[in-house]
């Protein structure tokens, strides 16, 4: 205790000889912790410690008083805003000392075109629900009585706008009633006019669901030549 008290006192006067510091005498303590044991080197740490440089620094100081930074040690103050610097339509970003209330770039800038789309324009009552509701209509758009079997031979007989068939997976279709309802165009649609389209419509549009699309138009299905 006698150590601790001698240490915060040299602590708080460092210029104190610590041999001057007058001597304190206390009453021996009471021991009621058998567990630990109390002695000298139980003494903390002078804090700050007594060669620290916060020590250091508090001892250099002549006194206490806060010390007041002149105009030239002062941190000089921000630019002021460069209005001239904003010009809306600045593309690029903008170069150092510039403004920062600049607009973002993403603001003035055009937004980029979309792809543009094999998407035809479609003539007026031709669009998606025209079509269902000419499925519904109960019109045979396969053109045929029955269900054919029908050979690469005579589907190729039917590769003309009035008068197209085309086979997707086996399934042959008559295309004609279909193709001024195509999104893609009747062009496109006419490529794949008495033969087989599988690969090409997988190509562009796998999505599509073609059995669904044109089942009021099926003719039959692909068999070989021989079994005809
Ligand atoms: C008879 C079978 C076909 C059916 C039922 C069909 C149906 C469709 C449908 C529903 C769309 C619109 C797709 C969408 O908006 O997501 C479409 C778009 C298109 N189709 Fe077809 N199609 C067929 C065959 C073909 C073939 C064989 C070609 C190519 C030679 C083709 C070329 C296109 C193109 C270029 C588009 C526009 C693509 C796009 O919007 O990104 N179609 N077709």
């Known amino acids: 205790m006698a150590s601790y008290l001698r240490s915060w006192l040299y602590a ?4 104190v000889d610590p041999s001057n510091v007058p001597s304190i005498e206390t009453s021996p303590e009471e021991d009621d912790d058998t567990e630990t044991v109390h002695g000298d080197d139980d003494a903390p740490p002078a804090f700050p410690a007594v060669n620290s440089a916060q020590r250091a620094a508090a001892g250099s100081q002549s006194d206490d008083i806060p010390q007041i930074l002149t105009e030239n040690q002062l ?3 921000p630019p002021p805003p460069s209005l001239a610097a904003r ?11 510039s403004s920062s209330l ?3 770039i993403t603001t003035i800038k055009p937004p980029p075109q979309p792809a543009k789309k094999g998407k035809v324009a479609l003539a007026p009552g031709h669009g998606p629900l025209d079509w269902a509701n000419l499925k ?40 004609t009633p279909y193709l001024p309802y195509h999104p893609g165009g009747e ?19 796998a999505w ?3 059995d669904y699309m044109l089942d009021e138009c099926l003719v039959g299905f692909m068999v070989s030549e021989s079994a005809s």
């Open 87 to 97: 010009r809306p339509g600045t593309l690029g970003v903008p170069s150092a000392g």
């Open 136 to 175: 519904k209509s109960g019109q045979n758009l396969r053109g045929t009585d029955s269900l054919l079997r029908v050979t690469p031979s005579m589907l190729k007989e039917h590769r003309t706008r009035d008068d197209a068939w085309s086979s997707f997976s086996g399934k042959v279709y008559n295309i």
């Open 187 to 205: 062009k496109e649609l006419m490529r794949v006019a008495g033969r087989d389209g599988t690969k090409l419509f997988a190509l562009t549009h």
């Open 75 to 77: 941190m000089p103050p």
């Open 102 to 104: 600049l607009a973002p």
């Open 208 to 210: 599509v669901n073609i």
């Open 12 to 15: 708080q006067n460092p210029n």
